[in-house]
């Protein structure tokens, strides 16, 4: 069964702290993706990785960065966090063929 | 522009009854079709697909419906439980594409 595992169920930042997101996946999918979730507005996609070091704009991604340095990672930088990033952050990975397998998500604050 | 919408924010039913959620997408490339169950806190999962080839699906309490034609979709549990109480989201595919996600509708089902 694939286990997506993100690092911190809850996380509180500061305004303009940089903040990273990790997510690491066992199942060794090639494409790994980056949403968060907010009332109303459903599931948005921030960024994607098809591959190592391979990263794709998403549909909101200003005010993040992502880092695909290992097949089995996918990382979420937030470079200066702000209010409007207070959210819950879901991490997905995928092979061709299969459903979307998420994480349990991580509740960033931003105060 | 929205291709997967979901226009029913909500939905209350009562236990036992059918509970029936409703997708409209725009794309005709879209060739594949998934329901997610989403708790508070928790990431997304995956609950039932439905191929373009196909009509109809059915996996236990759960069917999922397509109609091409009117390029919709809908999701029936029959019967409703209380634990099924949560956000469903539509989401549709086109050969390797992305996923693209409705924004969700939240339902409640009443003991």
């Known amino acids: 069964d694939v286990k997506v595992t993100q690092s911190s169920r809850y996380l509180v930042k500061r305004t303009g702290e940089k903040v990273f997101l990790e997510c690491v996946q066992d199942m060794d999918h090639e494409n790994m993706f980056w949403y968060r979730q907010d009332p109303g507005l459903g599931l948005r996609l921030i960024y994607f990785s098809y591959d190592v070091k391979m990263k794709e704009k998403g549909d909101i991604p200003e005010g993040y960065s992502v880092s695909r340095e290992k097949k089995e990672r996918f990382s979420l930088i937030l470079e200066s966090a702000s209010t409007n990033q207070t959210s819950m952050y879901l991490c997905?990975?995928?092979?061709?063929?299969?459903?979307?397998?998420f994480g349990n998500g991580t509740r960033l604050t931003v105060t | 522009d929205q291709q997967v919408k979901q226009n029913s924010p909500s939905l209350s039913v009562q236990e036992g009854r059918i509970s029936i959620l409703n997708c409209d997408y725009t794309?005709?490339?879209?060739?594949?079709f998934l329901w997610y169950k989403k708790y508070p806190a928790e990431g997304p999962t995956f609950l039932i697909s439905?191929?373009?080839?196909?009509d109809k699906n059915e996996d236990g309490r759960f069917t999922v419906f397509l109609n091409k034609s009117a390029k919709h979709l809908s999701l029936h549990i029959v019967p409703s439980q209380p634990g099924d109480s949560a956000v469903y989201f539509c989401a549709a595919q086109g050969g390797s594409e992305k996923l693209v996600f409705g924004k969700g509708t939240k339902l409640t089902v009443n003991p």
């Open positions: 439905i191929s373009s080839i196909k």
């Open positions: 794309n005709s490339m879209f060739d594949y």
């Open positions: 997905a990975s995928w092979r061709i063929g299969t459903a979307l397998h």
